[in-house]
């Protein structure tokens, strides 16, 4: 997982109401970002697309995180989602491999991330593990960017985290972000710029990642912790709630990565078909446009 993670922690954990997650319990994490690994012809199609950059608030951006770590990665921001893309290398070790993938959900008000390390043991994760990620922004000083929870450190190619910003990161003015809307607003609206609006592309709507049966073993749990309903169905799970829709497909090792990303516009477009390297983005017709991914 693209994660430097520093101050890690594994907790036994109070077993709490994690079970009620499939029976009504509040959604407390919603999805929040994804990442995919491609091959180095399509992130380089995109990293220097022109189309993107109208299509949407595009960003080419190296960051470093916990323990020096540095990734760049090409951004396609949205008002509360957003998605990050990788070329093969772009990352260190495993996580730099074709069809590596990740997934960030996150809450929209402090303290709800002690809520899903609650839930976790009854829902067969008796040790979730706690860690900081930090953010320097060019002066070798780590700001402490957002605490995170993993069901496991142990995975082929693909890995979910629960994530809460910290307070010290929101209120740092190299950062960005609005003011708060609300007490305690640790929200993705918050953390994302409003420069979407100058732009196509609004949110992910739905994302679909093929994924081994180990890591979506791994990732059901945390998905059922933060409240989203989650269907098993031929070949994999689905998951819904809170605006978008995540799909996973269990499949080989030598068949994982990014499959497809659909994502809302800001206003009605008509067709317009973008081949960027081995991916096809389809925009329109109508206020939608559908991002489909080949290895």
Same mark, same amino acid.
């Given at each position: 997982m693209v994660l430097a993670v520093a101050a890690v922690l594994t907790t036994?954990?109070?077993? #709490? +109401?994690?079970?009620? %997650?499939?029976? $009504?319990?509040?959604?407390?994490?919603?999805?929040?970002?994804?990442?995919?690994?491609?091959?180095?012809?399509?992130?380089?199609?995109?990293?220097?697309?022109?189309?993107?950059?109208?299509?949407?608030?595009f960003q080419v951006r190296t960051t470093t995180g916990a323990d020096g770590k540095v990734w760049t990665g090409r951004y396609l921001l949205g008002?509360?989602?957003?998605?990050?893309?990788?070329?093969?290398?772009?990352l260190p070790g495993?996580? #730099? +491999?074709?069809?590596? %993938?990740?997934? $960030?959900?996150s809450t929209e008000?402090?303290?709800?991330?002690?809520?899903?390390?609650?839930?976790l043991p009854g829902l067969g994760v008796p040790e979730p593990i706690d860690f900081l990620q930090t953010r320097d922004f060019g002066d070798g000083v780590p700001v402490p960017w957002?605490?995170?929870?993993?069901t496991t450190a142990a995975y082929d190619s693909f890995g979910a985290w629960a994530m809460e910003y910290r307070p010290e990161y929101l209120a740092d003015p190299r950062a960005g972000v609005e003011p708060a809307s609300y007490p305690g607003d640790v929200s993705r609206e918050r953390y994302l710029a409003d420069a979407y609006q100058d732009h196509l592309m609004r949110d992910v709507t739905a994302i679909r990642i093929a994924v081994t049966s180990r890591d979506l073993d791994a990732t059901v749990p945390l998905l059922r912790a933060g409240g989203f309903a989650v269907h098993s169905q031929p070949g994999g799970v689905v998951a819904t709630r809170g605006?978008?829709?995540?799909?996973?497909?269990?499949?080989?090792?030598?068949?994982?990565?990014?499959?497809?990303?659909?994502?809302?516009?800001?206003?009605?477009?008509?067709?317009?078909?973008?081949?960027?390297?081995?991916?096809?983005?389809?925009?329109?017709?109508?206020?939608?446009?559908?991002?489909t991914f080949s290895r």
């Open positions: 036994a954990a109070t077993a #709490g +109401t994690a079970a009620a %997650a499939e029976t $009504g319990a509040p959604q407390v994490l919603f999805f929040n970002h994804s990442y995919g690994v491609l091959d180095r012809e399509t992130a380089d199609a995109i990293e220097n697309s022109p189309y993107l950059r109208e299509f949407a608030n008002r509360e989602t957003y998605l990050e893309l990788f070329g093969v290398g772009d495993q996580d #730099g +491999t074709l069809g590596s %993938a990740g997934l $960030g959900v008000h402090a303290g709800d991330l002690a809520t899903v390390r609650d839930r957002f605490d995170g929870i993993l605006g978008t829709t995540i799909r996973f497909d269990a499949v080989p090792l030598a068949e994982v990565g990014l499959r497809q990303v659909e994502m809302s516009l800001n206003h009605p477009v008509s067709r317009h078909v973008e081949q960027l390297g081995t991916s096809t983005l389809v925009v329109g017709p109508g206020a939608r446009a559908s991002w």
